[in-house]
């Protein structure tokens, strides 16, 4: 009887049926995202032509499409020996500009030296001259003087008509001495201003100054022919990425004509369409999520436009999304989720968790706790494909079962696995 009693609890044991599996989900709390998702293009942060400033052939073409440049770096090189014989050109003349000033300068001192000297002589003939003045106006004086002297005497007839006669001659002599003497004076005086006029003309170096100009305009043409070479140099106006090359080496480039594309990708912008009516929703520096092939990426809202589209009567939205590894490319399509601003901080579970009643808010959950499932009812808010807000029946904290809860009931025990 003994053996009869073991077989069949071994039996017993050996068609027990094993727990169901379960996987669970904490409750806890935060907020539901709640908001708007709207669609849009991705595009570079930078995206930029490169156009050549002079027209010309194509000698080399430094980059292949996706290449990475930095600003600077060469990107195509364009034929340059015609601007290099302008350059030459404009060297020589630089170079006969600046001989010319020289000797102009070195003529300039030796006419100085020689103004200064005349000058000089000049004023020594102005000195002389009016001391010639001083001693003719000394004697014409004293002519004069002896003259009424003897005047006098005669008219008293102490002195004869000789004597007056003399002293006649003797004053008119004077007279004249002392004209000739002021004609040399101011004719001193006029060479002495002359010679000053010549000195100041001198000083002007006016041939100086033509050519110093003419050397300006050589060098100034000197300074556009080397800058028209460096044009034939095309380089990156910024740091990017080649997006596009539309140079073909051995083809004329026409001034003016985009001949490659570069773009920046990090950050990548996401522009969209967005509606008046979510318009005042939409905050500068919003966080956003970005989806874009089926990746999400963390955005931020960098601008909107104050004016409208004319045709599609919206705002243009952008936002910023960090790309370093420039996973997202120019033209792709994005989806953006902007949420709701100032939503509440409620107890949130896994909507896989909820299975719905008949009373509309209610449901039922399946709560865990140490190995054994309860049924309960809680009441919901707000409903998304992930979350679900418990506005009663549980608390934050608890777990609740998210797969394998359809088939079961309260009290049954469960063996927990993971997802």
Known sequence: ??????????????????????????????????GVRLSGQVKGDTQVDVLPKLSGKVEQIAVNVGDVVKKGDLLVQLDDSD??????????????????????????????LNTANAYA??????????AQLNTAKTALENARADYERVRQLYEAGLASQQQLEQAKLGLN?????????????????????LARKTQLQAERQTAVKSAQAQLQQAEAGLAAARQ??????????VDGRVAAINAVVGAMATAGMPLLTIVDMDPAVVE???????????QIGQEVKVEVQGKTYSGRVRSKDMTTNPGSRTYLLKVEVPNPD???????????FIPEQGAEKRLLMPTAAYMESAEAGRGRVMVYKDGVVEERTVKIGRMTSEKVEVLSGLQAGEQVVVKGQHLLKDGDRVEVTTP
Do not use: D, H, W
């Not at 302008?86 to 300039?108: D, H, P, S, T």
């Not at 420039?326 to 989806?335: D, F, P, Q, V």
């Open 228 to 237: 028209q070479l460096e044009n034939t140099r095309i380089t990156a106006p």
């Open 83 to 112: 601007i290099r014989s302008q350059v030459a050109q404009a060297e020589a003349g630089v170079a006969a500009a600046r001989a010319a000033l020289e000797m102009a300068r070195e003529q300039a001192q030796t006419q100085i």
């Open 326 to 336: 420039e996973r997202l490319a120019s033209g792709m399509t994005a989806s953006v």
């Open 173 to 193: 002599q004077a007279e004249a001495a002392y004209k000739q003497a002021q004609g040399g004076y101011e004719s001193a005086k006029e060479a002495l201003r």
């Open 121 to 130: 002589q000049a004023k020594r003939g102005v000195e002389q001259a009016e």
């Open 272 to 282: 969209v369409p967005l509606p008046e009516n979510v318009y005042p929703k939409v």
């Open 1 to 34: 009887m003994f053996l009869t009693a073991c077989n069949a609890q071994q039996e017993e044991t050996a068609t027990e049926a094993p727990l169901p599996a379960v996987v669970l989900a904490t409750v806890e709390e935060g907020v539901l995202e709640q």
